[in-house]
């Protein structure tokens, strides 16, 4: 009822009615649903209250006096309404939910935890990248009386952020991937990243289970007696460790070793952060007491999401995508990927990681460095900062460095390179848009 949405988020209401469901999107509307007017950078929604009526809205949430005959709820803020009022719905149902956040992987890893849940429970997840305050609360939305679990990807870039977003979901059990270095730039430190990573507790209750990687450094150190702490981990000892790991044309096996236990997992992805990813869903499958064999078989169903370090084939070329992001620590990982697939020269397309502050110079070197390390071919960049990927490069040996001012001439210069039987990974930040290169490419190459 309006009322009750009312009272939930401290609004005020005109005339009680019915509610069947919620929705932010015009596009979207469904008859009897509750129309929460955000106001965006670009856009209010308030100014599209007719629209949504006529579509079969049964009521409209504002922030704003209006002249309407509609029933209507007013709250303060709605953006802070909507998250109010997807942690109260939450609260109505008596399932577990999994919150996963974390420097790099977090989206790969809520793939594979839906998959080793939903091998036995009826699951819902944070779908593309709903993980902030108005996304969360839209996937909360999706839970109903058949759902027996949720799996909930938590994004931050300021301190509190995660805070607010773990008292809405009030997990059952966290897992944190991972610290990097991703949004330095407004926490300061590696430090302070582990510190904004670990609001994922404040909406949980004591003695619930938090996942954490062992081989992280900073991780590793994490100790509270009000949660159970495992821990996953390639190389450390901790409660879930992979061991005899393979990667064989673009699958990895590797086993689980855990309580006194062992479990086989082949995966369609390759790298070793798949493994980890993979591994933490494991975890979580087993701590809620799932079949375990099950749950490794569903990892197989793995498919990327986006552009997350998707391996395709373009004519006679092998291409890795993974353009959905970067930072140093996934730039490091897609670059080892690379380098470890089975074909002719290995080419490296990098574009600028952004929000990384008075760190950029310094990180952009490193993955020049990195690039030299594990053994590519070739590395082609645009964009300001990887002037530094490129000259860290050429000094650490990687001769076959280039920098281009524009995405045309890399583009150019990558159609002269690439020959049938190569590997070619494209990986920047998001607004770079280095798939602009790509489809260009592709249609060349094919």
Not at 43 to 69: C, L, Y
Not at 244 to 261: L, N, W
Not at 416 to 444: H, N, P, W
Request: proline share 2%; net charge neutral; with cysteine.
């Amino acid at each position: 009822m309006l009322s009750e949405i009312a009272a939930a988020c401290g609004g005020e209401y005109k005339t009680d009615v019915c509610i069947s469901g919620v929705s932010i999107d015009t596009r979207k509307i469904t008859p009897g649903c509750l129309f929460i007017c955000i106001i965006g950078e670009r856009f209010d929604a308030h100014d599209f209250i007719s629209d949504a009526i006529e579509k079969g809205a049964a009521a409209v949430m504002v922030s704003k006096d209006i002249d309407i005959a509609a029933p209507y709820v007013k709250v303060a803020d709605t953006a802070k309404a909507l998250l109010a009022l997807g942690a109260y719905y939450r609260r109505l149902f008596d399932i577990n939910v999994v919150g996963i956040t974390g420097s790099v992987g977090k989206t790969t890893a809520k793939e594979f935890t839906y998959l080793a849940l939903s091998s036995a429970l009826n699951t819902v997840k944070t779908q593309g990248n709903l993980n902030n305050e108005i996304g969360l609360p839209q996937t909360l939305f999706n839970i109903d009386s058949s759902t027996r679990a949720a799996v909930i990807e938590m994004g931050m870039n300021h301190f509190g952020e995660i805070s607010r977003l773990s008292e809405a979901a009030a997990p059952t059990v966290a897992v944190i991937t991972n610290i990097g270095v991703s949004h330095i730039e407004n926490l300061g430190s590696r430090a302070g990243i582990l510190k904004a990573k670990l609001e994922i507790l404040n909406g949980m209750k004591p003695g619930s289970a938090l996942i954490l990687n062992g081989d992280d450094d900073l991780l590793s150190t994490v100790r509270n007696d009000k949660f159970k702490i495992y821990t996953f981990s390639v190389n450390a000892p901790a409660d879930f460790k992979a061991q005899d790991i393979s990667e064989q044309g673009g699958a990895t096996t590797f086993s689980v070793s855990y309580f006194g236990k062992r479990q086989g997992i082949e995966i369609p992805a390759a790298g070793i952060h798949n493994v980890y990813n993979a591994l933490a869903a494991f975890a979580v499958a087993v701590i809620l007491k799932l079949d375990s064999k099950k749950a490794a078989a569903k990892l197989n169903e793995y498919t990327p999401a986006g552009m997350r370090q998707r391996i395709k084939k373009v004519g006679s070329i092998t291409v890795i995508e993974d353009c959905y992001n970067a930072s140093p620590d996934s730039m490091a990982a897609a670059l080892k990927t690379l380098a470890g697939m089975g074909c002719g020269k290995k080419i490296a397309v990098l574009g600028d990681m952004l929000e990384l502050g008075s760190y950029s110079e310094k990180a952009h070197s490193d993955v020049g460095k990195a690039a030299a390390a594990c053994g590519i071919d070739c590395l082609l960049a645009v964009g300001q900062e990887t002037k530094h990927t490129v000259k860290a490069a050429r000094e650490a040996g990687l001769s076959d460095s280039w920098h281009f001012d524009t995405k045309e001439q890399l583009q150019n210069f990558l159609f002269d390179k690439a020959q049938s039987g190569d590997c070619v990974l494209f990986k920047a930040s998001r607004r770079v848009k280095l798939e602009d290169i790509m489809t260009s490419i592709y249609k060349r190459w094919e």
